[in-house]
């Protein structure tokens, strides 16, 4: 089991074999499709994994550089899949990352020149979108149409949440922060290429559009989520139009918001000062509202029965935004809001974003004002990246994932390792710091209990049913390419909508991959996102 797209002529380069106390020792990398040998070695000791219900030895072929299309060989067993290494071995990876957010445009046609077989009719124009009562105000009463149209539709349903578009706009802008020539001179073929800007500040512009759209300008509240009342079927975009309302101004909408629009303002500004200009207003004011308004949780509303991203604990949205509010401003009292000292350091999720202050405050550590103590700064950032790094070096399958990260999209609990990771070794140039990041680029590219690439598109066995309504409806076989699936969990929360059982119950291979599920096979932007900023740092990074 090994990445199946490949690696870097000097990436670590280690793929997970079977093996029991009396199983095979040695390996040999093979010039693929033939029994020409380039490189031979033994494999490591047989170690346990209890995530996947079986011992494996690990193949390290760090030593292998010349570019070249190769096979791992061990008697006794198939050949593993073919496997390149190359300059470029990311490169086509992150394109396709970048693009499945085009794909999944809200209100916008897809046509032929940009999507290929994928081209689609517009859906949502989401220009007439009532004020649902649970967000209701004086100067916007229940029923009230307001305009809300453009960003991405959040998963495999068409629906548009402010939480999730939080972590997932902001990892965007925050891989061109980190690597911005890379960005520069990527060409992506959507229909703003060639405009002058990256095509990933492009992309990401699409979704920020709307975002500024869910503000209220009355008060600076901003809606949990853009929605319908229940979930849609299996239909094409155009298909589905059932009505749609804005629901519940929340206190983590608000801050999420305020956080990805003071990050947008900074990375915009030297293409669109107007813009930037209105972005940083807007951040401030949704703060504002979230001063007011500190514990507006989101409560669903008993007609509604969407995702919910409900969070009760905000303090991680406080700190997030009082952080990027202060890189943008350089005002010291955001970074007093932020209540440094208080703050731990997690792999970010979606509900969980407190890491991404001190990514950000680590990245623009060289332009702070005297108010931040860079110690800590430093310290959070590397001593999360050492116990990931411990965690990697103690797994049978020489990754980081441990038993509870097989969580509703654990595919992107590994990536968000490998972010901090990254940024970990972008601090102290630490060697293993950069291994066990690509270690879950590995782990979601192929080396996992399941042998498959959770990339649709990507990898010679990928996923091809992942539960997205357009890979579904638009009569294609292969489904909708660049998507990132959520990958094994044991929840199974969706059992009773499959009719075809899960394979395994373990924790790495509780995966179906079926249209039905859900909880194991559906893909999401915020699951995207760490893949868009994974392939990118190490394509970048070489
Ligand atoms: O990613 C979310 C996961 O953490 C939750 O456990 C799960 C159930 O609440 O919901 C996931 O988010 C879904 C969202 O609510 C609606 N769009 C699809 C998302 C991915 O499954």
């Known amino acids: 089991k090994l990445n199946q797209l490949g690696y ?10 079977p093996g029991t106390e009396n199983g095979a020792r040695q390996f040999a990398i093979i010039k693929a499709g033939s029994n020409d040998v380039v490189q031979s070695g033994t494999l490591g000791v047989a170690q346990w994994s209890s995530d996947a219900g079986e011992s494996v030895r690990l193949a390290d072929f760090s030593g292998l550089q010349t570019p070249g299309r190769y096979q791992l060989r061990v008697e006794g067993m198939p050949d593993s899949l073919p496997f390149e290494v190359s300059a470029n071995a990311y490169a086509a990876l992150n394109a396709a990352s970048i693009r499945a957010y085009y794909l999944n445009r809200a209100s916008i046609a897809l046509d ?26 004086a100067a916007r009463p229940a029923g ?27 990892t965007l802008l925050a891989a061109y922060e980190d690597f911005p020539d890379f960005f520069r001179k990527q060409t992506l073929n959507i229909p703003e290429s060639g405009n002058g800007k990256p095509d990933l500040l492009n ?62 303002s900074r990375v915009y500004a030297p293409f669109d000062k107007a813009l930037s200009q209105r972005m940083l207003a807007a951040s401030k004011a949704a703060w504002q509202w979230a001063q007011a308004h500190p514990r507006d949780y989101y409560q669903q509303p008993k007609d509604v029965s969407t995702g919910d991203y409900g969070d009760k604990d905000v303090s991680d949205e406080f700190a997030w935004a009082a ?45 702070l004002t005297g108010a931040a103590d860079q110690q800590l700064i430093a310290s959070r950032v590397t001593t999360l990246s050492q116990r990931l790094a411990n965690q990697w070096k103690q797994s049978a399958y020489g990754i980081v994932m441990q038993t509870g990260d097989y969580v509703w999209g654990s595919s992107a609990v590994a990536l968000n390792q490998s972010m901090v990771l990254l940024h970990g070794y972008r601090l102290t140039g630490k060697r293993e710091y950069l291994d066990a990041a690509q270690s879950g680029l590995d782990y979601v590219l192929g080396r996992n209990a399941v042998d498959t690439s959770f990339v649709t598109g990507q990898g010679t066995r990928s ?37 075809v059982p899960y394979p395994s119950s373990l924790p790495a291979k509780s995966w179906l991959d079926h249209a039905c599920s859900y909880a194991s096979n559906e893909i999401a932007i915020n699951w995207n996102a760490p893949l868009v900023y994974v392939s990118a740092a190490l394509q970048a990074i070489k």
């Open 8 to 17: 870097l002529p000097a990436s670590a380069k280690v793929a997970v074999v």
């Open 112 to 137: 032929a020149q940009h999507a290929g077989i994928y081209a689609r009719a517009a859906g949502h124009p989401d220009t007439q979108v009532l004020v649902h009562a649970s967000a209701a105000s």
């Open 144 to 170: 009230t149409v307001i305009s809300s149209p453009k960003g991405w539709y959040d998963a495999g349903d068409y629906n548009k949440y402010i939480v999730n578009s939080g972590i997932s706009t902001y």
């Open 203 to 264: 992309e990401a512009l699409w979704n920020l559009e709307w975002m500024l759209t869910m503000q209220d300008p009355n008060d600076g509240g901003v809606y949990h989520k853009l929605t319908n009342l229940s979930f849609d079927g299996m239909v094409m975009p155009e298909k589905a139009i059932m009505p749609r309302y804005v629901v519940q101004k929340s206190t983590a909408a608000a801050l999420d918001f305020a956080a990805v629009m003071a990050t947008a």
């Open 323 to 367: 952080a990027e509010l202060y890189i943008s401003t350089g005002d010291d009292a955001y970074y007093q809001a932020m209540h440094a000292p208080e703050v731990q350091a997690t792999v970010p999720t979606w509900s969980d974003v407190r890491s991404l202050a001190w990514l950000s405050l680590a990245r623009h550590r060289q332009q």
């Open 463 to 499: 996923a091809l049913h992942p539960h997205h309504r357009p890979s579904v409806a638009d009569g294609i076989d292969a489904p909708v390419p660049g998507f990132l699936v959520g990958g094994p969990q044991p929840g199974q929360q969706d059992k009773k909508d499959c009719s």
